[in-house]
């Protein structure tokens, strides 16, 4: 019994400190919003629990390290219906997805990076409705059809088109911003899509 208590407390530790070091720091809605997130995302097979993660990485290959990371949180922007709360977003922790086994290399940053895995994007968009918001393209390592309208293959990391057209708008008017594949113009909604909400603001 005292085992367990210790794994299970070691198991969450890192995610409590996460949550601590945000800035700033979640209020009482805001985690309460993410458990109820996190709780549906493992109940549709999208994400592990927080107390099996750290057992899974022990049976499987190094690359899983790579995959998963440490306790890695992002805030989710969400589209809450009663808009006084802060900010609108949620603190999703990104390692606990399950990924694909394949990787996929960022033609610009050169990184590997592992997509989530799920079955379509119309799926996805479903299974996701009662958490709509900006989060569900955000946690995706690469954008897709659905936020960029490119006919070719997306192959610059969302980090990248991020950095792409935050650097874009230091010269270039926004309605003139171009994709970095094919050199087409990107729409406003794109942009939005694809960059911060600081970024885009400007």
């Given amino acids: 019994m005292i085992w367990s208590y210790r794994c299970s407390f070691h198991k969450v530790e890192p995610y409590r400190h996460a949550l601590r070091d945000l800035k700033p720091v979640p209020t009482t809605f805001e985690l309460t919003v993410a458990m109820e997130l996190h709780n549906h995302l ?16 022990k049976l499987q290959d190094r690359s899983e390290t790579t995959k998963l990371g440490s306790a890695r949180v992002i805030w989710g922007r969400m589209d809450y219906k009663d808009t006084s709360y802060r900010a ?7 390692n606990l997805f399950k990924r694909q086994p394949s990787s996929r290399e960022c033609i610009v940053c050169m990184e590997d990076k592992y997509e989530i895995d799920i079955e379509s994007w119309d799926q996805w968009l479903r299974d996701c409705e009662n958490f709509s918001g900006a989060w569900v ?6 954008p897709n059809s ?3 309208l490119c006919k070719h293959s997306l192959d610059v990391c969302r980090n990248c088109m991020e950095n792409h057209i935050k650097a874009a708008l230091e010269s270039t008017p926004c309605d003139k911003i171009e994709c970095p594949q094919c050199d087409r113009v ?17």
């Fill in 146 to 148: 659905h936020i960029q």
């Fill in 88 to 94: 609108n977003q949620v603190p999703i922790f990104l």
């Fill in 186 to 202: 990107l729409l406003p909604s794109e942009i939005e899509r694809l960059s911060t909400p600081e970024t885009f603001q400007k």
């Fill in 137 to 142: 393209w955000n946690v995706f390592e690469y």
């Fill in 42 to 57: 493992i109940e549709l097979g999208y994400m592990r629990s927080v107390f099996n993660s750290y057992g899974m990485l």
